[in-house]
């Protein structure tokens, strides 16, 4: 079945550091790729989503990239802010499929 | 709106015990599910519905049951409390269309502690 594994955590950074969180997945056929990113306390917000090979999905200073040769959709940030720190998670839909599928998160924290 | 709201926000129970959990949507969403959150397995789904009147199972549904009676409101009921169903569970809700599924909205989530 369709699954998502990412990067495990936790990961710590300066502000203003690099951030990447490595995806990747196994589907059949196209599915559509998201990450969401959970603060402290809240439920899940969408921060992007890419429905389409080469796709870029961004918001918040955030990209991903869409990359069905190597299955993957990893998470960047040039620049982190103490208000980046979050539960970060890449989920899958499959072509034609209701159900979100989730990797198990990844921590982030950034100290000023 | 108010979004996608849950209720409780906390509750522990005891071995054995049945509650419901509770979760509305003010957005006139078509689709409703249930996740549960544990500690480095992400979200798993535990039950779906497309609509009212519709509801089938996801990756992990034993123990839980669901109905949708309406389509604002779709409620988790505990059948027996095990101490394997302490988790924080999501109700999550989307507008769908033609099997496209648009942008999920969460929830503030439910902590259960069962002992």
């Known amino acids: 079945g369709d699954s998502v594994t990412q990067m495990e955590g936790p990961v710590t950074l300066s502000e203003e550091a690099f951030l990447t969180i490595n995806c990747t997945y196994t589907a059949t056929g196209y599915p559509s790729l998201f990450w969401y990113v959970q603060y402290p306390g809240e439920g899940l917000q969408l921060l992007l989503k890419?429905?389409?090979?080469?796709d870029k999905g961004s918001n918040k200073g955030f990209e991903a990239t869409y990359r069905k040769e190597t299955t993957s959709f990893h998470l960047e940030k040039g620049s982190v802010q103490v208000s980046d720190s979050a539960v970060y998670f890449c989920?899958?839909?499959?072509?034609?499929?209701?159900?979100?599928?989730f990797g198990a998160g990844t921590t982030v924290t950034v100290r000023a | 709106n108010a979004g996608v709201t849950q209720t409780p926000k906390f509750q522990v129970l005891k071995t054995g015990q049945s509650m419901t959990l509770q979760c509305a949507q003010d957005?006139?969403?078509?689709?409703m599910s249930w996740y549960r959150q544990d500690p480095g397995m992400g979200l798993r789904l535990i039950h779906y519905?497309?609509?009212?009147?519709?509801?089938d199972q996801g990756e992990v549904p034993n123990g839980y049951n669901v109905s949708r009676s309406t389509t604002e409101d779709f409620p988790l009921r505990l059948l027996s409390a095990a101490p394997s169903q302490t988790s924080v569970y999501f109700c999550?809700?989307?507008?769908?269309?033609?099997?496209?599924?648009?942008?999920?909205?969460f929830g503030p989530g439910t902590r259960l502690t069962v002992t």
């Open positions: 519905s497309v609509g009212a009147g519709i509801t």
């Open positions: 989920a899958l839909k499959g072509f034609n499929d209701y159900k979100l599928s």
């Open positions: 999550a809700s989307s507008y769908s269309h033609s099997g496209a599924l648009y942008e999920q909205y």
């Open positions: 890419a429905t389409k090979a080469d």
């Open positions: 957005m006139n969403h078509e689709y």
